[in-house]
């Protein structure tokens, strides 16, 4: 079949005409062109014909093929419109268009030619998936750093056959079912009444595209070309690893013929820690101090590190501790990754009150107030209440159920419709 040039009397190759190679006039839109190319691209699929005229298709199907990849391509058009298939000869100097029959026909149709023969010549290796999973860790881990060794089952290429799932020697036959390609359609559901064709690896070859009989399938594997092994792996996690950072173990993935492995990809969960909250390189811990303390200073250890270190403060007397303050301990937070420097710690005050009538006596209390500073002067009203009142009270419980915005921040949240708020509520 002519596939778009023919001989001279002088034995030359004339032009290729590419526009009539597609059916298509010069001025045809590049959607036009698209659908011819889909067309005749159907037409003489080699997997579409009669083995009589396989060889014949093919030969076509690559002519519109790059035709198609040409005239697709409003710069490689120009070109061949300006300057003739010359403008594509290394020979002459042009550049010459590389067409991989595999993207265009994964774009156009979600095909794939596999290792048909002359279609664009070996597949280029897939990837397999990446696998991701989570790794719980705990803040004096991510402190210290940490290495964690351990044996993971994957799916391996069988050593024994090398991956082709037969038995040494054994002459393999197309598979029936993808003819060869080791992929198929499938058509997969999205949605209430909505499906999508997919292309998949064959579950009858395994994708290899070649069938086997029973008696001539690889013992170790029994044909499935992979087998489930324990490999040893080592993790290392670095000083001041952050919540949600990825740790990947490159090829580490299960291994599938025919592609490279993915990686084993583990993502850093913190666990809470009891003593000390972490918001990036900075820890924080509360400082419970006495009343005493509070008022009159103190020296010890505060708090235990996470790497076993007790934090010793002298607090001096005079500067009195009041609940809520903060206390900033520079460069004893956590580490930085790659880097000798450190966040800071920040301890936040809470004061331990005695508990009620610690003082046993009259004596005790006298003493005490005239220790302590004076109270302010007293309120001067024309009338005075005596009232009742309950000591345990929760003022987060000011003006529940009562209606008011403002309660609970509603009134905050609603400031963008104020206004229509208010009209709703006068209509």
Known sequence: ?????????????????????????????????????????????????????????????????????????EEKRHMYDTHGMAAFDPSRGGGGPEVDLNDILSQMFGMNMGGMPGGGGPRRPRRSPDEDQPYKVTLEELYKGKTVKFAAEKQVICSQCKGTGAKEKVKPNKCDHCRGAGLQEAYRQIGPGLVRKEVVSCDHCQGSGMDYKEKDRCKKCKGKRTVKEKKALELYIPRGSMQGERIVLEGEADQLPDQTPGDLIFHLQEEPHDIFTRIGHDLSAELTVTLAEALSGFSRVVVKHLDGRGIHIDHPRGKILRPGEALKVPSEGMPIKRSEMTGDLYL????????????????????????????????????????????????????????????????????????????????
Not at 1 to 8: A, E, L, N, T, Y
Not at 378 to 386: A, F, G, L, Q
């Open 1 to 73: 079949m002519d596939s778009g040039s023919s001989k001279s009397p002088r034995g030359e190759e004339e032009e290729v005409d590419l526009y009539a190679l597609l059916g298509v006039d010069k001025s045809a839109s590049p959607n036009d062109i698209k659908k011819a190319y889909r067309k005749l691209a159907l037409q003489h699929h080699p997997d579409k014909v009669p083995e009589e005229i396989r060889a014949e298709s093919e030969v076509k199907f690559k002519a519109v093929t790059q035709a198609y990849e040409i005239l697709r391509d």
């Open 348 to 427: 936040v005050v809470k004061i331990d009150f005695p508990e009620d009538g610690w003082l046993k006596d009259d004596a005790s209390y006298e003493a005490l107030q005239k220790l302590l500073p004076p109270p302010a002067p007293p309120i001067v009203t024309d009338e005075v209440d005596e009232v009742t009142y309950e000591s345990d009270a929760d003022i987060e419980h000011m003006g529940a159920h009562q209606g008011d915005p403002r309660y609970g921040n509603e009134w905050e949240d609603d400031d963008e419709g104020q206004e229509g708020g208010a009209q709703c509520a006068t209509q």
